[in-house]
């Protein structure tokens, strides 16, 4: 018999390099599980940088609006009709006309009823107001001139924020000679300084004539399938339409063949005049105090009407004279080119001055971008909000607290506690049908009002609160409770002393969370009429009303442009109310917070 040795089952070198191999792998997976991690978080912090960057960046502009100084003389008679001084004659003063004759002065030339309409559209509907408060602010100064600043409309602010268009100035190096000072003028140079202009104008010929042969091939690709369903066209009537629609498609080309045919004549002819027209981009010649507008253009020459009027028919040496050019075509923009003019000489006058938009903050909605306020939208939130703590706090801290204290662990406890987990999870809306049902249609609230809202924002924020409410009861040490009954103290009285005063901070936590969700909400308060355009500040909780959300919503569904940056504003506002309340629950949970 022949003793062997058994060998080892386990080498202990082997499982020594097994478990460094499986130390490496598990090291390895660990540092990418964090690089993972750091990824995620710093995607999320990218993309929130970019939402606030986009909603500052436009939204900025907003806290500023342009007004323009005129000095107005207040005239006993048309500030004073009655002549006795009181409050009552002083409202009803003439200071709409006052206002828009002081600033038809500040130009010279204005004379057409036309021209004198453009000029005023600038100015904002609410000037002849600001000067009528100036007035009964300051009764003594009846009778005197004084220097007022008013503001202008919401085309003139955004001009004057950057962002319609820019007058852009073209160099010029000869000497201008001006035929006159107003109405139908040329302006001759000694050095082609038009030539540039000329050219810019004969290269829009040659794209209007590239598109225009862009539409030709277009049509003739559509008669082509014209003719393939007229040749399978079952019927008289049918063959007759397509046969109409053809001719009208020949017709058509013909029409832009000769078009084109005339703009390359008119380009083979680089030195020729050109006629300008409201589809192409404006320019101006600046010339002793006045400023020309082009209607035709040669290379050492331009013929034009006279915008603001020419002190003189001097010559203007280099440096004394300039070329104005605005890119955008005057039929593309708001503003025409006699308004852009206007406001580029207020400006270059020192006539305007940015100030900071407090009416943003006082007043109501208006369908007047630069009269436009959030304070309406404010106190209706306020309202809201009022009414919806007012109801979802004490009714979720009960309810938490009798699940969670005192009902009897049964099917129908069970049952309540999934319906409302699963209520935490319906849209919002769902809630606003509700409210719609039975707060409007069943009980007759009004329909608008902030009680309605906050009966509806109850409902959506009721589950939250009892949810977060449970939870900070359950995180309270049961030997609290055991201390408390131990001393004698009743169930009720264990819970009011001393559990719900520890579970209060989590309590706190979950309804500022709630009320921060409620006051984002937009959705619910949409089907009970929350989203009508409300002008007066509510005065109540069942006056008509509008909050923040909704007034986001009204702003960014308006046409005007100068509500994008007054809904980038608005939206900036909500944001640091949201911020701010959720700061709030952080902080009250970190000072009142105890840790088991």
Known sequence: ?????????????????????????????????????????????????????????????????????????????????????????????????????????????????????????????????????????NPDSVGQTVDIQVKLDDDADIYFKGKTVEVETIAVNGTASPTGTTGEVRVLSTANDF???????????????????????????????????????????????????????????????????????????????????????????????????????????????????????????????????????????????????YLWDLERRGLVEKQFNTTLFTAGDSREPEQAGIWGAVVGSFY??????????????????????????????????????NLAAVPSIVFGLLGLAMFLNFFGLPRSAPVVGGLVLTLMTLPTIIIAGRAALKAVPPSIREAALGMGASRIQAMTHHVLPLAMPGMLTGTIIGMAQALGETAPLLMIGMVAFIVDIPGGFTDPATVLPVQIYIWADSPERAFVERTSAAIMVLLAFLITMNLTAVLLRKRFEKRW
């Not at 390895?28 to 940088?49: N, Q, T, V």
């Not at 109409?244 to 063949?257: C, H, K, M, V």
């Not at 005049?273 to 600046?286: G, H, I, K, Q, Y």
């Not at 331009?302 to 605005?326: F, T």
Request: hydrophobic fraction near 40%; include cysteine.
């Open 384 to 421: 809201t909000l009022v009414v919806t703590l007012l109801l979802s706090f004490p009714i979720g801290v009960m309810t938490a607290v009798y699940l969670e204290e005192f009902a009897p662990k049964n099917k129908w406890t069970d049952l309540i506690e999934v319906n409302i987990n």
């Open 195 to 341: 030539g540039g202009v000329l050219s810019d104008v004969k290269g829009l010929l040659a794209e209007r004539a590239a598109d225009l042969e862009e539409t030709i091939a277009g049509n003739e690709r559509r008669i082509e399938l014209f003719r393939e369903r007229l040749a399978n066209a079952g019927t008289e009537e049918a063959r007759s339409d397509i046969e109409s629609t053809i001719a009208s498609l020949e017709y058509d080309i013909g029409a832009d063949r000769e078009r084109i045919e005339d703009l390359r004549r008119r380009i083979a002819n680089p030195g020729n005049a050109e006629e300008l027209t409201d589809e192409m981009p404006s320019f101006f010649v600046r010339i002793n105090g006045g400023v020309v507008k082009a209607t035709s253009v040669d290379n050492a020459e331009i013929a034009g009407q006279v915008i603001l009027p020419l002190a003189n028919q001097n010559d203007a040496l280099r440096g004394e004279w300039e070329i104005l050019h605005l890119p955008i075509a005057e039929s593309d923009r708001r503003l025409t080119d006699k308004q852009v003019i």
């Open 1 to 137: 018999m022949t003793d062997t040795t058994a060998a080892p089952l386990n080498d202990p070198k082997k499982a020594s390099e097994r478990v460094r191999q499986s130390l490496a792998r598990r090291y390895a997976a660990e540092k990418r599980f964090r690089a993972y991690g750091l990824i995620a978080i710093g995607l999320a912090m990218c993309f929130i940088a970019i939402l606030f960057f986009d909603i500052i960046s436009k939204g900025h502009s907003a806290f500023l609006q342009s007004h323009v100084t005129l000095s107005v003389e207040l005239t006993k008679a048309e500030v004073d009709p009655k002549g006795d001084g009181s409050v009552d004659s002083l409202r009803s003063g003439n200071y709409r006309g006052l206002v828009r004759g002081a600033f038809a002065g500040l130009f010279e030339g204005i004379e057409g009823r036309s021209e004198r309409r453009e000029l005023l559209e600038m100015l904002s509907g609410s000037a002849d107001s600001q000067l009528r408060d100036y007035v009964l602010e």
